[in-house]
């Protein structure tokens, strides 16, 4: 009954291209033995995690089952845990995560609203078994702006390095073009009219258990494991096909 609450929470409250790519890993992922089940549920109200598609040891060594444990059952579960309680009894707990997050004043409500949309889109651009290169209209786009792969990979990289204190590293469609952004703290695309494809959180959480201060490795390590092309691919099809 959760599990089904749960998702039908998620498909009303975020993009169809989000919830498509989130259930073929849902299904990819539902056969291994260990369950992925969220450690509680969200405080009552009508925003909810998206279901985590892999168990969360099936990161790992890449990104520790501890990690999993803490990012998705904590620092998320905060986040819409927080967004539930401010909802509550106004307006906006009948509103949509994406009009909350194009009308709210900066503050909690935004916040909560923003990383709460953030942690949705990162874990689904995750999967075991995932990395190396895409394929198909993607892989043509990143050569037709980058020049190559390897350029892109570059330039995402220094951005994700680079990116002082806390926020994401966004591999967006804007105006027909692909580019690599940073944003900080909760901000993202959607607030500067860019379509995001992927994304990483570099929110210190997401890998100091498991490399500490070293942010490169755990890049890396997400290039060469962990990034689920299938959900760029499937969210730079939608972007093209809706003239994003
Ligand atoms: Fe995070």
Same mark, same amino acid.
């Given at each position: 009954m959760r599990s089904e609450l749960s998702i039908r929470k998620f498909s009303i409250l975020l993009p169809v291209a989000l919830f498509c790519a989130s259930r073929a890993v849902l299904v990819r992922a539902a056969? %291994?033995?260990r369950a992925a089940e969220p450690q509680a549920q969200e405080a009552a109200g009508p925003f909810a995690r998206? %279901?985590?598609?892999? %168990?969360?040891?099936?990161?790992?060594?890449?990104?520790s089952e501890e990690t999993v444990e803490y990012h998705y059952g904590k620092h998320y579960k905060a986040n819409v845990d927080a967004l539930n309680k401010l909802v509550?009894?106004?307006?906006?707990?009948?509103?949509s995560l994406d009009k909350i997050i194009m009308t709210a004043a900066p503050g909690p409500l935004f916040n909560n609203a923003a990383q709460t949309w953030n942690h949705a889109f990162y874990f689904s651009s995750l999967r075991p078994d995932g990395g190396g290169e895409p394929s198909g209209l993607l892989a043509g786009a990143i050569n037709r702006d980058f020049g190559s792969f390897a350029k892109f990979r570059e330039a995402y990289a220094a951005a994700a390095q680079t990116l002082f204190g806390s926020g994401w590293t966004w591999l967006v469609l804007d105006a027909g073009r692909l580019k690599v952004v940073q944003t900080f703290?909760?901000?993202?695309p959607m607030k500067h009219g860019q379509t995001p494809l992927f994304v990483l959180d570099v929110?210190?959480?997401?890998?100091y258990i498991d490399y500490r201060n070293a942010r490169p490795k755990y890049i890396d390590a997400v290039f060469d494991h962990l990034i689920n092309w299938d959900f760029a691919a499937a969210n730079y099809a939608r972007a093209v096909a809706v003239g994003s």
């Open positions: 056969e %291994p033995a998206v %279901p985590l598609g892999f %168990p969360m040891n099936s990161l790992s060594p890449y990104i509550a009894g106004k307006p906006e707990a009948a509103m703290n909760a901000d993202l929110w210190e959480h997401a890998y």
